[in-house]
């Protein structure tokens, strides 16, 4: 199910495009607005946190995401880099881009991306 709402990217998430909040994929933008990246591999980033957040049962992938957040942060990474190397978001960076993704990937992959590295593109939830 997918939100659009623009307000709630205005001061609490001001960069971020999307966040996913199972079942809903909230953007801060609709369709036609987005510019810089598809909309299609914007909305397949999102449904691969969906997947993750189902199973690890939600609660835990919120958990998880801000412990691997605040461990990438003790290891000296700044906010940024804290944030793209939680491997959550390795897995859907990495496969953003492939819409049949989900329909091959095995489940809890997001375990194989634990593994840090460098960051460089803009910021999603
Ligand atoms: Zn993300």
């Given amino acids: 199910m997918i939100i ?6 205005t001061k609490l998430l001001k960069n971020y ?4 909040i199972f079942p809903f ?4 933008y609709g369709k036609d607005d987005f510019s810089t990246q ?3 591999i914007i909305v397949n980033h999102e449904r691969i946190h969906l997947r993750q ?3 690890t049962l939600v609660i835990f992938f919120y958990l998880l995401y801000l412990i691997f957040y605040i461990i990438n942060r003790i290891k000296g990474m700044r906010h ?4 793209r ?7 859907s960076y990495i496969n953003e881009k492939d819409l049949n993704y989900l329909k091959h990937r095995k489940f809890w992959n997001w375990v194989t991306f634990s593994r840090s590295q460098p960051s460089e593109t803009k910021s999603r939830t």
């Fill in 85 to 91: 190397n939680i491997p959550f978001e390795r897995e």
């Fill in 80 to 83: 940024y880099d804290a944030y």
């Fill in 17 to 20: 495009t999307g966040i996913s």
């Fill in 38 to 40: 598809p909309y299609e």
């Fill in 53 to 55: 957040q189902l199973e």
């Fill in 25 to 28: 994929i909230i953007l801060k």
């Fill in 4 to 9: 659009i709402s623009n307000k709630l990217f």
